[in-house]
């Protein structure tokens, strides 16, 4: 429990329940399994994937020599998340941010499905219906 980055951040005086999307990302950690929700473009929090994206971009350097942080995530999804080309979930679509994805509807993300199909990130479809 005392590794926990959000009882950590606490700690350090981020007490409050509101925080910027920048803030909520900065909490998460390398291996880190992430979860999100929403379908389409409805109910999917835009801006902490882009954010996350945005720190990634920025620690890229690091990352790809295995140092920066977020990396090799976890992501899981149960519906589609984006727009087909850009927005949702096309944002973790970078070699090195995510490493497995747990996820359905595989066709409104193509930047995730072009790192699945070539074998970039492991990827697990989940069944429709």
């Known amino acids: 429990m005392h590794n926990n980055p959000v009882m950590a951040a606490w700690r350090l005086g981020h ?11 900065e909490l998460i950690h390398e ?8 379908f389409v473009g409805i109910g999917f929090a ?3 994937a882009v954010a996350l994206e ?3 971009l920025e ?11 977020p990396r ?24 090195g ?13 193509p930047k995730l499905s072009k790192l699945a199909t070539s074998n970039q990130i492991e990827a697990w479809n989940l069944p429709q219906g």
Do not use: C
């Open 46 to 48: 835009e801006n902490i």
């Open 97 to 109: 941010l995510v490493k497995r994805v747990i996820g359905g509807h595989w066709g409104l993300v």
């Open 72 to 95: 090799n995530l976890t992501l899981v999804y149960a519906a589609g998340q984006g727009d087909g080309r850009h927005r949702g979930l096309n944002h973790l679509g970078h070699p």
């Open 31 to 38: 291996g880190a399994t992430v979860a999100t929700s929403g």
């Open 54 to 56: 945005a720190l990634f």
């Open 15 to 25: 007490a409050g329940k509101i925080m910027t999307a920048r803030q909520a990302v």
């Open 59 to 69: 620690n890229q350097e690091a990352a790809l020599r295995g140092l920066g942080q």
